[in-house]
């Protein structure tokens, strides 16, 4: 099995939502992102980042991936929490946990996605 097939079976086995972030879009996710978000990969593709950030949290984001993808990551909260929307309009409480690294020879965000909607409610 060639080594890019290998590692893109062993990213989609990941049980926690997984993506990497350049340039305005998301370049790819794993499989558990696309059933966290209800979105196909293409469709991800085919959307705007921004349309899956509620808007109270969209310019902190903004500007957090900005300081990030400019080396100053350093400066920023290692788990973020913003709020998301889904596919089917729910909006759901995350943690993600994001790694700048390089995709394709420029500066990305890999990140996990961590669903805290559920154990905030317990609490």
Known sequence: MEDKYFYRQLVDEVPLPMYVFQDGD?????????????????EIQSIHF???????????LMIQTRVALSGGSQKLPKKPELSVILKDGQVRRVQTRPKVIEYQGLPAILGLVIDLTDLNKSE
């Open 50 to 60: 921004l349309d899956l950030i509620h808007p109270d949290d969209r310019e902190k």
């Open 26 to 42: 998301i370049k790819f996710c794993n499989r558990a992102f696309c059933d966290f978000s209800g979105y196909s990969r293409q």
